[in-house]
């Protein structure tokens, strides 16, 4: 799951290597990455604990009833469960749902460990089809850009329907996306580092707008390459991927969510603050599914 750009610079990048093969439109699109539960766990591990408490609050600021007591929540995309991990410390219930088994494993695991394992389920599903956890959750949540791993409108309003029906009447969901203007959109990039114990992760990205006057597929490439150090021993491997994210101008995304038959009830910063006027950039969308839409 890329992250949203937290110092990104504009960039000039010699044109990158293919992917090894055009991307199917769905839910399975990762980077190489996402193979390796730890590493992908301790790179993606900063703002975790301050993620869920935003998840936590939004939720209950949203949804009717919703203010006292543990949540039913839901993950779509839920990789190594760390925000699981987090909500559950809080006393919430989690349902992740993925499609990667060794990643599903890895989050039980830690679940287990952290001794919360009887406050969350995991679901080996396509996050466009799964079924609905019972009973009903208070609200779902896809941060980080994990919504734009759905390469096509048809897989995300797939994925809409699966998540209405996996909400209680009035739930929410909380959608962390990033938004671009494709007159002004360069390509930039970024890095991130993670920690635990003797394992180091450095993780170089650069995304590239392949077409900025958005043609059918709309697909921004995202060029990773990750270092992996034991500090102890200074041994290290490298670990370098490509894949697509869709990308969405802001009339494109809302246009879409009311067509899914959804509406943008709340927009908030990555601080979970109320966003200023801002079209463009990353935020949290809190969703709800418009009256009369019925799943």
């Avoid at 699109?29 to 992908?40: N, Q």
């Avoid at 301050?50 to 929540?73: F, H, N």
């Avoid at 998540?163 to 002004?184: F, H, K, M, N, Q």
Wanted: hydrophobic share 35%; proline share 7%; net charge positive.
């Amino acid at each position: 799951m890329p992250k949203p750009a937290k110092t990104a610079q504009p960039v000039k990048l010699a044109k990158p290597a293919k992917p090894a093969s055009e991307p199917a439109t769905t839910s399975e699109t990762k980077a190489d990455v996402y193979a390796d539960p730890l590493v992908y766990d301790v790179l993606h591990a900063e703002d975790t604990a301050r993620d869920a408490r935003i998840v936590e609050r939004l939720t209950r600021q949203y949804v009717p009833g919703a203010s006292d007591g543990g949540l039913r929540l839901l993950e779509p995309a839920s990789g190594s469960g760390r925000y699981q991990i987090a909500l559950a410390r809080r006393g919430h219930h989690t349902t992740g749902i993925d499609l990667d088994s060794g990643m599903l494993a890895f989050a039980r695991q830690r679940a287990e460990e952290h001794e919360v394992a009887h406050l969350v389920a995991h679901i080996t599903a396509d996050m466009r089809t799964f079924a609905p956890p019972k009973p009903r959750c208070h609200a779902a949540f896809n941060l980080i850009n994990s919504i734009r791993h759905l390469l096509s409108d048809a897989a995300m309003a797939k994925h809409m329907v699966a998540v209405g029906r996996a909400l209680v009447p009035g739930g929410v969901y909380i959608v962390g996306i990033e938004l671009i203007d494709r007159d002004t959109t360069e390509a930039t990039e970024d890095i991130w580092t993670g920690r635990r114990g003797s394992m180091a992760v450095q993780q170089l990205i650069s995304y590239l707008p392949p077409d900025l006057h958005g043609g059918p597929k709309r697909r921004e490439q995202v060029v990773s390459s990750v270092t992996v150090r034991n500090t102890r021993t200074d041994a290290s491997r490298q670990i370098d991927s490509a894949y697509w994210l869709r990308t969405y101008t802001p009339v494109e995304w809302t246009s879409l969510v009311y067509r899914c038959g959804w509406e943008v009830i709340g927009q908030h910063t990555s601080s979970g603050a109320p966003l200023p006027v801002r079209p463009y950039g990353y935020r949290l969308c809190v969703l709800r599914q418009r009256a009369g839409t019925s799943y």
